[in-house]
């Protein structure tokens, strides 16, 4: 019997902890504005999508050599949920949107952020 390492359940802890650090950041909501600096929200979502997407790979991949086949379904698919969680934060944080709707009150085509 071969052993695999559970890496899409490393990715998917893994994928939890910066979820957790990006709500807590501030990414998710307009309160009152950010707790960390955008750069480094933008950086974590776009990790976080990388370990993720990186999680279904390997879940996929190792689809066939493992014999606990409903525990990596479970990860793969919380990995899937996450990897879309962090490119839905990851694009809005970049387009400048808030709450899933773009801000264009004012709006006036440069490239200033805040």
């Known amino acids: 019997m071969e052993k695999t390492f559970p890496l899409t359940w490393v990715a998917a802890g893994l994928g939890l902890i910066l979820a957790f650090i990006l709500i807590v950041g501030g990414a998710t909501g307009p309160s009152d504005g950010p707790r960390l600096p955008l750069l480094t929200l933008l950086f974590i979502s776009e990790f976080g999508f990388l370990v993720t997407a990186g999680g279904v790979f390997w879940a996929f991949r190792t689809r066939n050599r493992a014999d606990r086949e409903k525990g990596r379904l479970i990860a793969a698919v919380a990995c899937v949920a996450l990897a879309l969680g962090f490119l839905l934060v990851g694009i809005s944080l970049w387009t400048g ?18």
Do not use: D, E
């Open 97 to 114: 949107m808030v709450g899933g709707l773009p801000n264009v009150a004012g709006h006036s085509g440069s490239m200033a952020l805040g």
